[in-house]
């Protein structure tokens, strides 16, 4: 019982990357709209943000899974 509570807060690490990458998105949109120039610079820098966040969600699922089957 304890473990799947463990599970499932382990897993709400998805919520928060989600949301992360949500406002990085509409931030780099805004970002590009204002200075179409730099849209290079901007993307490579969303892409690794977005890569990071998931990573951290990633992890979370994985903890989840750790605690229900070890």
Excluded: D, N
Aim: charged share 10%.
């Amino acid at each position: 019982m304890t473990a799947a509570i463990g599970a499932g807060i382990a897993v709400l690490t998805g919520i928060g990357a989600g949301l992360g990458i949500g406002i990085a998105t509409s931030k780099a949109t805004e970002a590009i709209a204002r200075q179409p120039e730099a849209e290079g610079k901007i993307s490579k820098a969303l892409l690794l943000g977005c890569a990071l966040a998931e990573a951290t969600a990633i992890y979370g699922f994985v903890i989840s899974l750790l605690i229900l089957f070890l």
